[in-house]
């Protein structure tokens, strides 16, 4: 099947993922492992993540509710303190992918849940980042931001927003992510999803679905 174009997650698959940050983060606080996972799994769809990552709320409210919630677990947690941990590191290989997919025609995607907090789409910490990040997003054809749509991953109107934009069907796509949640739906619309582990496995995993040649990047 001809796979002419690659939709990407950003966090977490083009940066480092906040995941192992809420983990450090954890570590430092003597909090158990994962806290952060657990209270964001409680009621997914309506809890203060989803709404943050909606736009339905602002960072005082979401602040707020995520305390709540964490109380809830047993956890002292402020939302503000999670969402300093949100900007990763950004992966060179990954942006070179990006550079060496577009020289041979492929069509870019980027499909991001995101908050209204920091700077920027990658809601990075210093104007430098922001800057830097902003520039990795004019690699990409179009950008969907679930902040800005006002709709999530792993909600499937999202994916085939970007599709539809985009003038491709989804058995064209292949979809990079590093939550098995949002990977899901993509594979349900037909496009080959790719769980992200880490930056050589997703790479390597995508040069074969494109059938691209060995040492690609």
């Given at each position: 099947m001809n796979r002419?174009?690659?939709?990407?997650?950003?966090?977490?698959?083009?940066?480092?993922?906040?995941?192992?940050?809420?983990?450090r983060m954890e570590e430092a606080?003597?909090?158990p492992?994962?806290?952060?996972?657990?209270?964001?799994?409680?009621?997914?769809?309506?809890n203060a993540w989803a709404l943050f990552e909606r736009a339905e709320i602002d960072a005082a409210e979401f602040d707020e509710r995520f305390a709540a919630e964490a109380r809830a677990v047993g956890v002292e947690l402020q939302g503000r303190d999670?969402?300093?941990?949100?900007?990763?590191?950004?992966?060179?290989?990954?942006?070179?992918?990006?550079?060496?997919?577009?020289?041979?025609?492929h069509k870019l995607g980027c499909i991001t849940n995101n908050v209204l907090a920091g700077k920027g789409a990658g809601m990075a910490g210093s104007e430098e980042k922001a800057m830097a990040i902003a520039d990795i997003m004019?690699?990409?054809?179009?950008?969907i931001e679930s902040s800005k749509a006002g709709v999530r991953k792993p909600d499937p109107l999202i994916y085939l927003m970007m599709c539809e934009t985009l003038?491709?069907?989804?058995?064209?796509?292949?979809?990079?992510?590093d939550l098995g949640i949002n990977c899901k739906p993509a594979a349900a619309l037909g496009m080959a999803a790719i769980?992200?582990?880490?930056?050589?496995?997703?790479?390597?995993e995508l040069g074969?679905?494109?059938?691209?040649?060995?040492g690609w990047l």
């Open positions: 002419t174009t690659v939709l990407w997650d950003f966090g977490g698959v083009i940066t480092s993922s906040p995941f192992d940050a809420f983990n606080r003597g909090m492992v994962n806290s952060v996972r657990r209270i964001n799994a409680t009621n997914p769809d309506s999670v969402l300093a941990c949100l900007s990763g590191d950004i992966r060179p290989r990954m942006v070179a992918a990006l550079d060496v997919l577009k020289s041979k025609g004019t690699r990409f054809d179009h950008v003038a491709v069907d989804p058995v064209e796509c292949v979809y990079l992510d769980k992200v582990t880490g930056e050589a496995q997703a790479l390597e074969a679905v494109l059938e691209l040649e060995k």
